[in-house]
């Protein structure tokens, strides 16, 4: 009866750390939740199909909570993709196009106006569409980031060539040949269409970066693989961290208490359908874990089921549903560690970037991550991360048991992580990198 009271009492405390994040529905499905909670909160579904709600106001409706409760945001922010479009009378130095959305848009693309612009560089993010390619036409350096070919973008090319201009293709994954697609795992029961509908954009990448001058990899390897499949001139531009994170990042550092040793939240954090087999890699080392250390819960957000683990450990794992990147930081804060497993033997992980140990580490949480270059390059083993051989679960878990029984080591790499990601992982870390690859770009090819 002592052992159950206090097993209650730890699982509360990690409910009450998870607060308003906490996915109360984890075996629900996407849109039985999105039912649920709009039945429940008829407010919500008119703020939902209004333009002007905020985060905040959605976080207090959605939590029954004060809208600035944990300093989760800075300002009111709409949750809407915001694309900032250059004056037509001042067409920016660098236009950016992106073909896609969410993170890869973000960091490839609207970040990289924050670096570009503490470069002393004008820059703007534009839309695939006849206003913003028209308006592009004037600019010195145009970007395209995941842009399929289309007559549109020929034109475009032609017109920045014809005036001294140069054009680059920006790739964050391993996605510019239809071969390479068999490496991705869709999850889900729409995967095989997932998989053409991925050949045939992949394809249409390949078509634009083979116009192109140059391009921009997040990873070496990446990097390596595109300059010798195509002999193009490849930079490696690594993924960085908004100017807009770092000031949220900081207030939360400011703003929310230290975890205690009470209860142990590791976390899981999916931005894409696409990481089963990822996760599959962790789950033993997980399982030996959580069987051996009542202290420890699971938190998986984004899209995961909880199915893949024992029914008697279930009730240690929670779901949060996938965050708006703006409060994101927030719930990272509230964990005491990240894990970042990828699938071995797969080429597309071996190019993934290092994006989960950079949002985690500047909030102050240390990150275990499978020992991939790009993980390798921001990690070093026992200094401000632990580092997992790709093909050893035992690995795992020695790692994980290691940082869930040393609460001061673990404390002291998440603080060297967060100093790290403020020296190398900043849009000012990246202005000088960034000005100094166009400056070889531009100067080096005829």
Same mark, same amino acid.
């Given at each position: 009866m002592t052992e159950f009271f206090a097993n209650w009492k730890l699982k509360r405390t990690a409910k009450r750390r998870l607060g308003?994040? %906490?996915?109360?529905?984890? +075996?629900? $499905?996407?849109?039985?939740?999105?039912? *649920?909670?709009?039945?429940?909160?008829? &407010? %919500?579904?008119?703020?939902? +199909?209004? $333009?002007?709600?905020?985060?905040?106001? *959605?976080?207090?409706?959605?939590?029954? &909570?004060?809208?600035?409760q944990d300093l989760l945001l800075v300002e009111h922010t709409p949750p809407a993709v915001i694309v900032e479009r250059a004056p037509e009378c001042e067409p920016?130095?660098?236009?950016?196009?992106?073909?896609?959305?969410?993170a890869a848009r973000r960091y490839r693309c609207e970040n990289r106006v924050d670096e570009l612009r503490l470069a002393g560089i004008t820059a703007s993010v534009f839309e695939c569409d006849t206003e913003g390619f028209t308006q592009a036409?004037?600019?010195?350096?145009?970007?395209?980031?995941?842009?399929?070919?289309?007559?549109?973008?020929?034109?475009?090319?032609s017109a920045i060539h014809q005036r001294g201009g140069k054009c680059l293709f920006d790739l964050d994954d391993l996605l510019f040949k239809p071969e390479h697609i068999r490496w991705l795992r869709f999850s889900g029961k729409h995967n095989r269409a997932l998989e053409d509908e991925h050949r045939q954009l992949t394809a249409r990448y390949f078509a634009t970066l083979e116009q192109c001058d140059a391009v921009l990899a997040s990873t070496q390897p990446l990097a390596n693989l595109i300059a010798s499949d195509t002999g193009k001139l490849t930079h490696v531009l690594r993924n960085a961290l908004s100017v807009t994170t770092v000031n949220v990042s900081n207030e939360l550092m400011n703003g929310l208490p230290v975890p205690t040793e009470q209860a142990i939240l590791i976390g899981y954090l999916s931005g894409t359908p696409t990481h089963d087999y990822d996760l599959q890699a962790a789950i033993p080392g997980l399982v030996q874990l959580l069987k051996e250390n009542a202290q420890t819960f699971l938190v998986l957000g984004g899209f995961f089921?909880?199915?893949?683990?024992?029914?008697?450990?279930?009730?240690r794992i929670?779901?949060?549903p996938f965050q708006d990147w703006r409060l994101l930081p927030g719930l990272i804060k509230r964990l005491d560690l990240i894990?970042?497993?990828?699938?071995?033997?797969?080429?597309?992980?071996?190019?993934?970037?290092?994006?989960?140990?950079?949002?985690?580490?500047?909030?102050?949480?240390?990150?275990?991550?499978?020992?991939?270059?790009?993980?390798?390059?921001?990690?070093?083993?026992?200094?401000?991360?632990?580092?997992?051989?790709?093909?050893?679960?035992?690995?795992?878990?020695?790692?994980?048991?290691l940082a869930c029984t040393d609460h001061g080591q673990r404390l002291a790499l998440g603080r060297a992580a967060r100093q790290d990601c403020l020296t190398?992982?900043?849009?000012?870390?990246?202005?000088?990198?960034?000005?100094?690859?166009?400056?070889?770009?531009?100067?080096?090819?005829?």
């Open positions: 308003a994040y %906490l996915d109360l529905t984890p +075996r629900l $499905s996407l849109k039985e939740k999105i039912r *649920l909670q709009l039945w429940q909160n008829p &407010r %919500l579904y008119r703020l939902l +199909r209004s $333009s002007v709600v905020t985060l905040q106001k *959605l976080l207090q409706l959605t939590a029954g &909570r004060p809208a600035n920016p130095a660098v236009a950016i196009f992106s073909g896609t959305v969410g036409r004037q600019s010195e350096v145009v970007v395209f980031h995941r842009v399929p070919w289309s007559q549109d973008v020929a034109q475009l090319i089921d909880i199915r893949v683990f024992p029914t008697e450990l279930r009730k929670f779901g949060a894990i970042a497993p990828l699938e071995s033997a797969n080429i597309f992980t071996a190019c993934k970037s290092e994006v989960k140990y950079i949002e985690a580490g500047i909030v102050g949480v240390p990150t275990i991550a499978t020992a991939t270059e790009a993980f390798q390059t921001a990690i070093v083993d026992g200094q401000n991360g632990w580092l997992v051989h790709p093909t050893s679960s035992q690995d795992w878990y020695g790692k994980l048991a190398r992982y900043t849009a000012e870390a990246r202005a000088t990198q960034i000005k100094q690859i166009l400056e070889h770009i531009m100067g080096n090819i005829a």
